[in-house]
């Protein structure tokens, strides 16, 4: 009896040590960060602004760069407003880009991500001669849904440089700052016309503002 109990206690203790979550298991992260959550997307209403990030493969050249600069704003003006979203306000980093974006629904917003980041990788690989992969993975997106939500993002994205230690006097030449009617002080208007849609929703257009214009040399929160 002693021994059949001995035997079922071991076999017992032996199953036990491969099931379970365990440290270190699962799916790894993609370079240097983990992946965007391929879980489904939440539901999006028209009235709500995006906040929207997407990364560029590693080893890659900087995207502040003006030949990458003008490339990446003529993918915009040409994605600007279609297939039910509109690409309001933009930065442009080293290694990633920053929008504010407006949409009916969910899937408008997908599919106009999709389309503006095969036009963005088409023109950067020509540019640089080569062929591949540009985006590292899906992109990542935050829904807005009150005025200091949206104030926050605008501050966030338009001064997004400052962020990660990038000198500047002024409004960012690498963001849609320049065509931005909602800066405190008054700046020199662009030259060229923006690349950008214009806002639609309540909160991009007015909401935001109750919380006061932002100031040029604001800096984002870290």
Request: glycine share 6%; hydrophobic share 40%.
């Amino acid at each position: 009896m002693t021994r059949t109990k001995t035997r079922m206690r071991q076999h017992e203790m032996s199953f036990r040590s491969w099931g379970g979550a365990r440290r270190g298991a699962g799916r790894k992260p993609s370079g240097e960060r983990a992946r965007v959550s391929h879980d489904a997307r939440p539901a999006l209403a028209a009235r709500h602004p995006v906040h929207v990030t997407t990364r560029v493969c590693a080893g890659l050249p900087n995207l502040r760069r003006d030949a990458a600069r003008r490339a990446i704003e003529r993918a915009i003006s040409r994605a600007a407003e279609r297939l039910g979203a509109r690409l309001v306000h933009y930065s442009i980093q080293t290694t990633h880009l920053h929008f504010v974006v407006e949409a009916i629904d969910r899937r408008a917003l997908s599919r106009a991500m999709q389309a503006l980041s095969v036009r963005v990788a088409r023109a950067l690989n020509a540019l640089w001669q080569r062929v591949g992969s540009v985006f590292a993975d899906r992109f990542h997106a935050r829904i807005l849904r009150t005025p200091r939500e949206v104030r926050n993002v605008l501050v966030y994205v338009l001064h997004n440089a400052r962020h990660h230690g990038i000198h500047l006097v002024g409004v960012d030449p690498c963001s849609s700052g320049a065509w931005f009617d909602g800066w405190r002080q008054d700046i020199d208007a662009a030259a060229r016309a923006s690349p950008c849609a214009r806002a639609a929703s309540w909160l991009l257009r007015v909401g935001w503002r109750r919380h006061g214009l932002i100031d040029v040399a604001d800096s984002p929160a870290k």
